[in-house]
């Protein structure tokens, strides 16, 4: 059996024999969906067509299973071939007959395969770097700390006559929301956003970057004993404005951009915006207007469609 060889370790009868093996198995994998396929036929009576059929069964099964252990005998016979790689000369000393006792080849296989995967990795750090590179010249570094100009946040302290500005026309562009300005602490604003007949919701402003969002019931009380908007008044509001007290959290984190804060505005409105039908959205991906008793208080930030809290996971 060990005269013909294939290549360097592989046993060319055995290969044939494997061969004729698996040609076998098929066959006998065949005649088992066969059986299966033909059912209960050709008996007259039902207890016999169920014992015909039981047999040819099994008889189908022991034939799968000698096959297949035939199969795995002759590839233990096979062998393994040897790795040929194109690594030029190299090649060679796959064919040192001693290769237990010095393993140069796979040796050498295993440290060219790790190279190319050193280089690949290290092309993309460097593509990665070349994106958040910093720019510096030799002549920027030179320059002392106490020099260099610091930059002033501009878009940090805005007019508040600019502020009313962008909020006005924000109210413009949803006649279903009115938003009432008020500053009763300083220059600082405060929203009160009443949206239809669902929710309200009170947005405490620092210039035109938002700090806090708390939604309230329609039906809530969200002024002071003197009349001003406040955000600390005691509320029974129900559990599923809570949840979307928390989801407007995310949405204040989802909007950033600093140097266009008025896009910044609009864009957490126009998400705001979406809960106009709070109690009418079905889920997206349930297709359920309640779940544990609660509607769908999710609102996805690109698409604006409603979701559960667990069924947006």
Known sequence: MAEGVLSPGVNLEAFSQAIAAIQALRSSVTRVFDCLKDGMRNKETLEGREKGFVAAFQESLHSVSRDLGELERLSNLVGKPSENHPLHNSGLLSLDPVQDKTPLYSQLLQAYKWSNKLQYHAGLA??????????????????????????????????????????????????????????????????????????????????????????????????????????????????????????????????????????????????????IKLFQAPCQRCGKFLQDGLPPTWRDFRTLEAFHDTCRQ
């Open 126 to 275: 460097s593509g990665l770097l070349n994106q958040q590179s910093l720019k510096r010249s030799a002549n920027q570094m030179g320059v002392s700390a106490k020099r260099r100009p610091k930059a002033q946040p501009t878009t940090l302290v805005l007019p508040p006559q600019y502020v009313d500005d962008v909020i006005n026309r924000i109210d413009r562009m949803f006649p279903e929301m009115s938003i009432q300005l008020s500053r009763p602490n300083g220059t600082s604003a405060m929203l009160l956003v009443t949206l239809g007949k669902v929710l309200k919701v009170i947005v405490v402003m620092r210039s035109l970057f938002i700090d806090r969002t708390i939604v309230k019931g329609y039906n809530e009380n969200v002024y002071t004993e003197d009349g001003k908007v406040g955000y600390c008044i005691s509320s029974n509001i129900k559990f599923y404005f809570y949840l979307v007290t928390d989801h407007a959290t995310t949405a204040l984190l989802h909007y950033q951009l600093p140097q266009m804060p008025d896009v910044v505005v609009r864009s957490f409105m126009t998400w705001l915006r979406s809960y």
